[in-house]
């Protein structure tokens, strides 16, 4: 049942293009206690459809400037390939500090943002 909640609220926050690994990530090393790089993993592949049906929604209403959206894609690709390499050969213990301090940074940011 706490997948399934998990799931619902990771696909809530993706939909929203937060980005469902902020909730996903975190949740399944803290309640099923898996290693970081088996979350990072089942993250992805859980991305996959949420993605599609978030992309298919924002599609649909206007909001993709795909000349934006290539430029980070060839990006994005390569990105990955190092990544995922690099998340590969951490290790797991050194994986998640990062990963906490990479959203606590994201955080703060979020937190003191001036109004737009």
Known sequence: MILILIGFLSG???GMGIGGGTILIPSLVIFNNIKQQHAQGVNLIVFLPVATIALIT???KGNIDFSF???IIL???GG????SILALKIDPL?????FGFFL???GGIE???KKE
């Not at 990955?80 to 990544?83: E, R, T």
């Not at 050194?94 to 990062?98: A, E, H, M, R």
């Open 12 to 14: 809530i926050i993706s």
């Open 58 to 60: 924002h599609y649909k």
């Open 69 to 71: 959206a290539k430029l």
């Open 75 to 77: 990006g994005g690709i």
């Open 80 to 83: 990955a390939i190092i990544g």
């Open 94 to 98: 050194k994986l998640k500090k990062y």
């Open 104 to 106: 606590l940074i994201v």
């Open 111 to 113: 937190l003191f943002k």
